[in-house]
C-alpha cells in the first residue's frame, strides 16, 4: 500500500513552504561531509502534514555492513514533485559513531545525477553498485569510482562470489512462450500474438524474463567475458515476477555452487500454481540439483480452474515435496546446510511462511515451528571452532504477531525467542559487526524506515534475551520534528463469531479533548496482509490524522498474526466474517469512543480493501456517509477472467464460475459479488484505478463509478493511465492525497 500536484516552491503550498536550499533535482555534485543537499530543507508552518511534506522525505532502502563491521553503506530516494521524478543516491556511515552518538553524519557517497543503488561490500574498502544499467566500484572514501562491467546497460542486479572471482548478473532476455515474435518485416506493428496465460503480469507484457549469468572477475574487480546462462535453453524466469531479485540466489561459502530460485513452469501451468522450488547448481560442472524434490516427482493433474485448495495432495506429500512457494534461499557459514522460506501448499500464495533447513549432502530438511509468518531472516553468526552451547542462536528472523512486525531468535535447540517487543515494523535483518549486532530497518504508522544496530543481550537463564537498540540514521528528522502527529491506540474489540480483533486507532493530529471528529474506518487489501505498523507514501494514517480524521484499522479475518486459522477463514468467504469484523470495529469506534461523531463516517481501502468498500456500499445500512475504493474488485466473474495471477482466483473463491453445480463458497461467492448488489447502494463513493493494473484490471472501477452514476449517486472516478496497482509518479500522488481528501471534506464535514 503505497503513494502520490504541485511543487516545492516558495507560496505555492499549503501550511508549509521550503527554506533557502535545493530542491532533489539541485544537488551539489561535490561531495563533502555533512552534505545534505540531497534532502528538501522545507517548513512545516501550522504542524500538520501535507502531500508535499510527505513526498519530500527521503526513503531508506537496502543497507549493507561492511566485513569489519566498522560501516554501512545505504540507499536513499529523494523525489522531487515539480519534476515528477526522483534520485537514488548512496550514504557511508561509521557504525562506532553511529553506535555512540545521535549525531553521527552520514556521507554521501556518490554524486552522480543518475540513479545509484544495490550497494554491495567487495572489502571493508570498496563498494560495489549499479549504475545506469553496469556495476560499478567506489572505495569508502569516494575515490576510485569506475565502471566494473560492460553489458550495454543490460545489468540488473548482481552478487559477488564469497571469493571475488565470479559474479551473478541479472539480464533480461527476449521471450516468446507466450506471445509471438514480431515479424521481422512489421518492426512497427503494435499488436502482440497471443497463445497462452501469463502473456501479461502486474504491469507489463510478459516478452522477456530474466535470468541469472556468471561472470568471471578478473584484477580490479573488472568483470569479463560473455557470462553463461544459469537457465541456458530454459523458458524460466528467475528472479521469479513480480517483485523478485537477488535475494532469490545465494553463493555457497566455496564459491563453488548457487542455489537459486525457479518456478519452472509456463503458460497456463504457471498461472495456476505457485509451486517454485530451490535449485543447486555447480559452477564448474554446469549441473543442476532440485533441492525440493525428487528427479522422478510429477505433479499431480488437476483442473486448471478449480481450487487446488479442494484438489492439494496430503500434508505429508506436500512436506516432501515442497509443492508451495520456496524463495530466497541462503547458505549456512560452513555450506552444510540452506535455509529458505517455504510455503506448504500449491496455489496458495498466502499460506503459512515457514523456515525450512535443508542439509545439502543428505536432503533431509527441517521445518522450524512458529505460529505465524516468517517475513526475513538471517543465519546467526559461524560457530566455527567455537564451542556450542544449547542456548546459542542459530537464526534470527523477523515476523508479525499482533499487528507488529519483531524481531526473534532461533536457537541451537531450536527454541523460539523474541528479541524486540514494541509497536514497529522490522522490515530487514542481516548480521553486522563481525557477528556482534543486528542491521536492521524499522518503521511504524508515525516513522518512515530508519536503520538500527540491534545488539542480542541474553539475560539470566530464567530471563528471556532482550536487545540493545541503537538508530543510526535520522533521514527524516528534520520534517519530522515539525509535524504534530495523532497519537495511536490500541482496542481489542468482540466480532461476531466469539472471538476479538485488533484495532488501531489513530486520533487527529489536532485532537483535543471532548471534541467530536468525522472518522475513517480503514479496510485492509491483500486479503491476506497485516494491518501492521506500515509507513505508506499513500496510505499514510499520520496524513489521515493531520486532515482531522480519526482512523479505525482493524485487524479482521484473514490477515497473519493471529494464527493460522484466523488467517486461512477468509479464503471462499470474503463477505462474510471479515465484513462482520470491519462492522463490529466501526461501530465499537461508534459507540464506545467518545471522540468518533458516528454521524460523520466514512470508509476507505484498496485491491481487497476496495473490493471491502463496494461490498460493504450493499450492506452497510446507512452506517457511513462516503466511500473510497482504490483498485477494488467489483465484478468477481469477470476478475476471474481478467487478473494475471490465476492461482489466486482459483483458491480465494474455490472454482471458476461457470462450473454447474457450483461448490458452496463459489456460488456464495458469485452471488454476492458487489456489482449484484449496487440496486442497494445509496452513498456517495470515489472509485481510483490505474490502468496498468493487471492484478485487477481498471475495468472494474469503471464499472463501479458507472453503476453509481446510472443510479443517480454522486460519484467520482480517478483514473491513472501510467499508473499499477500502485501509484508511484510524485505528481500523481499528490493528486491522489488530493482527491482523496476533497472527497472525504465534501461528504463529512462540509455537508
Given at each position: 500500500m503505497n503513494k502520490r500536484v504541485f511543487i516545492l516552491t516558495l507560496g505555492l503550498l499549503?501550511?508549509?513552504?521550503?527554506v533557502g536550499a535545493q530542491s532533489a533535482d539541485n544537488i551539489d555534485n561535490v561531495r563533502k561531509e555533512n552534505d545534505e543537499s540531497m534532502k528538501q530543507r522545507i517548513k512545516i508552518e501550522d504542524g500538520m502534514m501535507t502531500p508535499e511534506a510527505l513526498w519530500a522525505m527521503g526513503r531508506i532502502g537496502g543497507a549493507a555492513a561492511s566485513p569489519d563491521g566498522q560501516h554501512v553503506v545505504y540507499q536513499v530516494d529523494y523525489y522531487s514533485v515539480s519534476q515528477n521524478n526522483s534520485r537514488?543516491?548512496?550514504?557511508?556511515?561509521?557504525?562506532?559513531?553511529?553506535?555512540?552518538?545521535?549525531?553521527?553524519?552520514?556521507?554521501?557517497?556518490?554524486?552522480?545525477?543518475?540513479?545509484?543503488?544495490?550497494?554491495?561490500?567487495l572489502d571493508s574498502e570498496r563498494i560495489a553498485y549499479l549504475c545506469d544499467g553496469e556495476v560499478w566500484m567506489i572505495k569508502l572514501d569516494g575515490s576510485d569510482r569506475r565502471q566494473l562491467s560492460n553489458t550495454?546497460?543490460?545489468?540488473?542486479?548482481?552478487?559477488?562470489?564469497?571469493?571475488?572471482?565470479?559474479?551473478?548478473?541479472?539480464?533480461?532476455?527476449?521471450?516468446?512462450?507466450?506471445?509471438?515474435e514480431k515479424p521481422a518485416d512489421l518492426p512497427k506493428t503494435t499488436g502482440r500474438v497471443i497463445t497462452d496465460l501469463m502473456y501479461r503480469h502486474w504491469d507489463h507484457y510478459v516478452e522477456n524474463i530474466q535470468h541469472p549469468f556468471v561472470y568471471n572477475v578478473g584484477e580490479g574487480y573488472s568483470i569479463s567475458g560473455d557470462g553463461n546462462d544459469i537457465l541456458k535453453d530454459?523458458?524460466?524466469?528467475?528472479?521469479?515476477?513480480?517483485?523478485?531479485g537477488i535475494e532469490q540466489l545465494d553463493w555457497s561459502p566455496d564459491s563453488k555452487a548457487i542455489a537459486y530460485t525457479c518456478r519452472k513452469k509456463?503458460?497456463?501451468?504457471?498461472?495456476?500454481?505457485?509451486?517454485?522450488?530451490?535449485?543447486?547448481?555447480?559452477?564448474?560442472?554446469?549441473?543442476?540439483?532440485?533441492l525440493c524434490k525428487p528427479a522422478d516427482y510429477q505433479a499431480p493433474e488437476c483442473d486448471p480452474s478449480r481450487t487446488l485448495r479442494i484438489q492439494a495432495v496430503n500434508s505429508k506429500e506436500n512436506l516432501v515435496n515442497n509443492v508451495g512457494y520456496d524463495t530466497n534461499p541462503q547458505f549456512s557459514h560452513d555450506g552444510k546446510y540452506i535455509a529458505w522460506l517455504s510455503m506448504e501448499r500449491d496455489g496458495y500464495e498466502a499460506d503459512l511462511n515457514r523456515l525450512c533447513v535443508c542439509d545439502v549432502k543428505t536432503g533431509e530438511k527441517w521445518y522450524l515451528n512458529w505460529k505465524?509468518?516468517?517475513?526475513?531472516?538471517?543465519?546467526?553468526?559461524?560457530?566455527?571452532?567455537?564451542?556450542?552451547?544449547?542456548?546459542?542462536?542459530?537464526?534470527?528472523?523477523?515476523?508479525v504477531w499482533h499487528g507488529c512486525i519483531n524481531m526473534y531468535m532461533v536457537s541451537q535447540k531450536r527454541e523460539i525467542s523474541q528479541l524486540t517487543e514494541t509497536w514497529d515494523d522490522w522490515t530487514s535483518i542481516q548480521m553486522a559487526n563481525n557477528g556482534q549486532q543486528l542491521l536492521a530497518t524499522r518503521q511504524s504508522l508515525s516513522h518512515p524506515a530508519d536503520i538500527y544496530l540491534v545488539t542480542p543481550q541474553t539475560k539470566e537463564k530464567s530471563q528471556e534475551p532482550k536487545a540493545k537498540i541503537v538508530q543510526i540514521t535520522h533521514e527524516n528528522d528534520h520534517i519530522l520534528s515539525q509535524l504534530k502527529l495523532g497519537k495511536m491506540e490500541q482496542y481489542w474489540v468482540p466480532t461476531t463469531d466469539g472471538k476479538k480483533?485488533?484495532?488501531?486507532?489513530?486520533?487527529?493530529?489536532?485532537?483535543?479533548?471532548?471534541?467530536?471528529?468525522?472518522?475513517?474506518?480503514?479496510?485492509?487489501?491483500?486479503?491476506?496482509?497485516?494491518?501492521?505498523?506500515?509507513?505508506?507514501?499513500?496510505?499514510?494514517?499520520?496524513?489521515?490524522?493531520?486532515?482531522?480524521?480519526?482512523?479505525?484499522?482493524?485487524?479482521?479475518?484473514?490477515?497473519?498474526?493471529?494464527?493460522?486459522?484466523?488467517?486461512?477463514?477468509?479464503?471462499?468467504?470474503w463477505t462474510g466474517q471479515c465484513m462482520q469484523d470491519y462492522l463490529s470495529a466501526i461501530d465499537f469506534a461508534a459507540n464506545s469512543l467518545p471522540f468518533v461523531d458516528k454521524n460523520r463516517l466514512g470508509a476507505v481501502g484498496a485491491s481487497f480493501g476496495g473490493f471491502s468498500i463496494y461490498y460493504l456500499a450493499g450492506i452497510h445500512e446507512k452506517r457511513f456517509k462516503a466511500f473510497i475504493s482504490h483498485d477494488g474488485a467489483f465484478n468477481l466473474p469477470s476478475m476471474y477472467l481478467e487478473t494475471e495471477e490465476n492461482w489466486f482466483s482459483n483458491?480465494?473463491?474455490?472454482?471458476?464460475?461457470?462450473?454447474?453445480?457450483?461448490?458452496?463458497?463459489?456460488?456464495?461467492?458469485?452471488?454476492?459479488?458487489?456489482?449484484?448488489?449496487?440496486?442497494?447502494?445509496?452513498?456517495?463513493?470515489?472509485?481510483?484505478?490505474?490502468?496498468?493494473?493487471?492484478?485487477?484490471?481498471?475495468?472494474?472501477g469503471m464499472q463501479a463509478f458507472n453503476a453509481a452514476r446510472m443510479k443517480g449517486i454522486p460519484a467520482e472516478l480517478l483514473l491513472f493511465p501510467d499508473e499499477n496497482h500502485w501509484v508511484l509518479k510524485p505528481q500523481n500522488g499528490v493528486l491522489w492525497q488530493r482527491t482523496f481528501f476533497n472527497f472525504l471534506d465534501r461528504w463529512l464535514k462540509n455537508f
Open positions: 499549503t501550511g508549509m513552504m521550503p537514488r543516491v548512496l550514504y557511508v556511515l561509521d557504525t562506532q559513531t553511529a553506535n555512540d552518538s545521535k549525531t553521527a553524519t552520514p556521507f554521501q557517497l556518490t554524486k552522480g545525477k543518475k540513479k545509484e543503488s544495490d550497494a554491495a561490500w550495454e546497460g543490460k545489468v540488473e542486479g548482481f552478487k559477488f562470489s564469497p571469493d571475488r572471482k565470479k559474479v551473478i548478473i541479472l539480464k533480461s532476455i527476449p521471450f516468446y512462450e507466450v506471445i509471438k530454459e523458458p524460466y524466469e528467475c528472479p521469479m515476477e513480480p517483485f523478485g509456463t503458460g497456463l501451468a504457471y498461472s495456476i500454481s505457485t509451486d517454485s522450488d530451490i535449485y543447486l547448481y555447480d559452477t564448474d560442472s554446469g549441473e543442476t540439483k532440485n505465524s509468518d516468517v517475513e526475513a531472516f538471517c543465519w546467526a553468526p559461524s560457530t566455527k571452532g567455537k564451542k556450542v552451547k544449547a542456548a546459542d542462536p542459530m537464526f534470527y528472523f523477523l515476523s480483533e485488533l484495532v488501531w486507532v489513530m486520533l487527529p493530529a489536532n485532537y483535543e479533548e471532548g471534541k467530536k471528529y468525522p472518522t475513517l474506518l480503514y479496510c485492509e487489501g491483500g486479503p491476506q496482509s497485516p494491518v501492521s505498523q506500515f509507513w505508506s507514501y499513500r496510505w499514510n494514517f499520520q496524513m489521515m490524522a493531520a486532515n482531522g480524521y480519526v482512523v479505525v484499522a482493524p485487524n479482521r479475518h484473514g490477515l497473519p498474526g493471529f494464527g493460522q486459522e484466523w488467517k486461512e477463514q477468509i479464503s471462499g468467504d483458491w480465494e473463491y474455490d472454482e471458476a464460475y461457470w462450473h454447474s453445480p457450483q461448490m458452496p463458497n463459489a456460488e456464495k461467492t458469485y452471488r454476492l459479488s458487489p456489482h449484484e448488489m449496487v440496486e442497494k447502494w445509496d452513498t456517495p463513493i470515489l472509485c481510483i484505478h490505474g490502468e496498468k493494473d493487471y492484478r485487477i484490471c481498471y475495468t472494474q
